[in-house]
């Protein structure tokens, strides 16, 4: 009887391990799972990255309030009518020069 049991209990110690350690076992399967959930998240971050290009591209091509901003804060540009006033932030000593 002993022998029998054993004989079982080796059986389903067989059976359980291609289960859990095997090409398509448990814990392959819990591993996929956590990377499927990484790869969804990177995809959800580059989905709001590319709607906020999508948003700024549309609004390059539709009005000129955009591409003025640019012009003004990338490029320094200003109108022909305009006067470009720049206030420098005032300098001071050094005390421990003195």
Sequence with gaps: MK???GLLGALIVAVQV??????????RAWEI??????QRARNGNL???NAALAA????LKQGLEAIE??????????????????????????????
Excluded at 33 to 38: F, H, K, S, V, Y
Excluded at 56 to 59: G, N, Q
Excluded at 70 to 87: C, K, W
Aim: hydrophobic share 40%; net charge neutral; glycine share 8%.
């Design 47 to 49: 989905e709001a990255r």
């Design 56 to 59: 700024e591209v549309r609004d």
């Design 33 to 38: 799972d956590r990377q499927l959930e990484a």
């Design 69 to 98: 901003e640019r012009a003004r804060h990338e490029l320094g540009m200003v109108r022909s009518d305009e006067v470009f006033y720049q206030i420098a932030a005032p300098v001071r000593a050094n005390p421990a020069s003195r």
């Design 18 to 27: 291609p289960l859990w350690t095997g090409k398509g076992g448990w814990l």
């Design 3 to 5: 022998i029998l049991l």
